[in-house]
């Protein structure tokens, strides 16, 4: 499934006639020549073999139901970018040299050819889907910093870095690219700029997990610049099929634990809703890694109720509560999402732990795409009572999203292709396929169960010990998110509430810091 990544170099000249008529003096043409040639004995290492893509159908101009906004993370990104934009005086003290990096990374853009790209849209392939990874050698692990990856940037070591990106930029916006022609453009540059950043003064000593940071800082940056280009391209069908998710997840928003055969428990809610808003933060984020993470949490969050609940025994209800979870939230462009992270999230990463989450959505969104009676348990009879039923509420909740295409209906969200041939709307996973990797998610699921999960270990510590009266509830008062406090209230009812306000408070209403803070006045209650 995953390809190596790789690219194919073919000279391409300049024509000094061209040129001359640009200009530009014979020393001067003879001058880039050799600049050129220098370049290309340079890229010589990227020649491994392109792999094949499907031809990409056209994009229809469809609307999606309002999805949240997406603000810029990490802080305010937009402004350390436009400080890192407001720099060109720099830049211009070395014109020669700029122009000889124009150069170079136009020869990435020289190279590209729509029907080679190293790795299409995403289809799973389930005998290389990723091993759920082993664990490994605890080591001192060094925390990405974007924020320190952006200082390096703007620091003058790294002027011929910041020359070669703001000249790739500057390439790339020159006329729309297919996505298989961005997926080659983007991992091309990305390789190249690698080489120079570890030739580089400022990273040229670094550890191999410095670098890696490095690394991801670049894919980072990179991404956040071309994310309106990128996301949901208009040369795919990504759009159509978000579409459709969308009104299948609407239709079954019916479902319920027991149509999964998922255990109810007095914890489901609490962990659900924590798993689910983790889901619906993907939105929030431009970065590949970024939504990345987010698939992730979400996916420890279920591992860690299922642990807490049921032990290793419970490892088979993983694919199920992940289906559930994507249900409840129906994350808007859950498709485009996924599309996104696959084709432009560096591969190696996709090959770890990372991977394996990812493998496991798409599973998810398969069973959903397929899924009809047969698929839950429920009688036929039931199962058509609560489709009519839905549907009727979806037509008064949302007339005006059917305005001008094709309506809502049981028979075109059940069954796309039937009543709307001209899209594109092959899932995932086929039917068998899905079914598969829900035998092998289990199986994955009870090796995660037996190894440690730091991210939510602690999480589930206390929950079930015998629940104490809540205090009552706190008065009207300032709050940063009501919402969040209630969460808190949910996960930790051994905890006073007002305990739990002041630590939200106090961590500024971050609700990640303050769990991790309930979490030690938990364990400390534990001991006494």
């Known amino acids: 499934m995953y390809a190596i990544r790789s690219i194919a ?51 229809k101009d469809l609307k999606l139901p309002p999805a949240p906004a997406v603000p ?36 990435i853009f020289n190279q590209v050819n729509d029907h080679q790209a190293r790795r299409p849209s995403l289809q799973l392939d389930l005998d290389t889907q990723p091993e759920q990874p082993q664990k490994q050698k605890q080591q001192a692990e060094i925390p990405f910093d974007f924020n320190r990856f952006l200082e390096q940037m703007k620091s003058r070591t790294a002027k011929p870095i910041t020359r070669y990106f703001k000249s790739f930029l500057q390439a790339f916006d020159r006329r729309p690219w297919t ?5 080659k453009i983007i991992q091309d540059f990305l390789d190249f700029i690698y080489v120079k950043m570890r030739e580089n003064d400022i990273w040229k000593d670094m550890s191999d997990q410095e670098f890696c940071n490095a690394k991801e800082g670049m894919e980072k940056l990179v991404m956040n610049r071309l994310y309106s280009a990128t996301f949901c391209s208009r040369t795919t069908d990504d759009k159509e099929r978000d579409e459709i998710l969308y009104q299948k997840i609407s239709i079954f928003r019916w479902i319920r634990e027991r149509h999964l055969d998922i255990p109810e428990t007095e914890h489901n809610e609490a962990f659900f809703t924590f798993a689910q808003s983790e889901l619906l933060k993907m939105n929030n984020y431009k970065a590949p890694r970024d939504k990345l993470i987010c698939i992730l949490n979400c996916c420890k969050v279920i591992f860690g109720l299922i642990k807490q609940v049921e032990g290793e025994a419970g490892a088979d209800k993983f694919l199920p509560i992940l289906i559930y979870v994507i249900i409840r939230a129906n994350p808007p462009r859950l498709v485009s999402n996924t599309q996104y992270i696959y084709r432009f999230r560096n591969i190696d990463q996709l090959q770890a732990e990372s991977g394996y989450y990812l493998t496991n959505l798409m599973g998810a969104i398969a069973f959903i795409e397929t899924m009809d009676d047969k698929s839950l348990s429920i009688t036929k009879e039931e199962f058509d009572s609560h489709i009519e039923q839905t549907m009727n509420e979806l037509k008064k909740e949302r007339p005006s999203i059917t305005l001008d295409k094709e309506k809502i209906s049981y028979e075109s969200a059940l069954h796309p292709s039937r009543s709307s041939p001209s899209i594109s709307t092959q899932s995932l996973l086929d039917s068998s396929k899905a079914v598969n990797l829900l035998e092998k998610g289990s199986l994955l699921a009870q090796k995660t169960m037996q190894k440690p999960l730091s991210f939510v270990g602690k999480l589930f510590q206390g929950l079930t010990e015998d629940e104490e009266e809540s205090s009552p509830p706190l008065p009207p008062r300032p709050s940063y998110n009501d919402q969040d406090l209630q969460t808190l209230y949910n996960m930790f009812p051994n905890i006073d509430p007002t305990v739990c306000y002041l630590v939200l408070n106090a961590n500024q209403g971050v609700l990640a810091n303050s769990i991790e803070n309930l979490l030690e006045i938990s364990n400390q209650q534990q001991h006494r």
């Open 72 to 107: 810029e993370i990490e802080g305010d990104i937009s402004q350390q970018l436009a400080a890192y934009d407001a720099e060109p005086e720099e830049i211009a003290h070395h014109h020669n040299t700029s122009e000889n990096n124009n150069k170079e990374v136009e020869n």
């Open 179 to 183: 996505v298989n022609e961005q997926i």
């Open 9 to 59: 170099v073919k000279p391409a000249r300049v024509a000094v006639p061209a040129m001359a008529a640009r200009g530009f003096s014979a020393a001067a043409v003879m001058k880039k020549d050799v600049l050129q040639d220098l370049f290309l004995k340079e890229l010589k290492a990227y020649k491994p073999q392109p792999v094949a893509a499907s031809e990409e159908s056209a994009a």
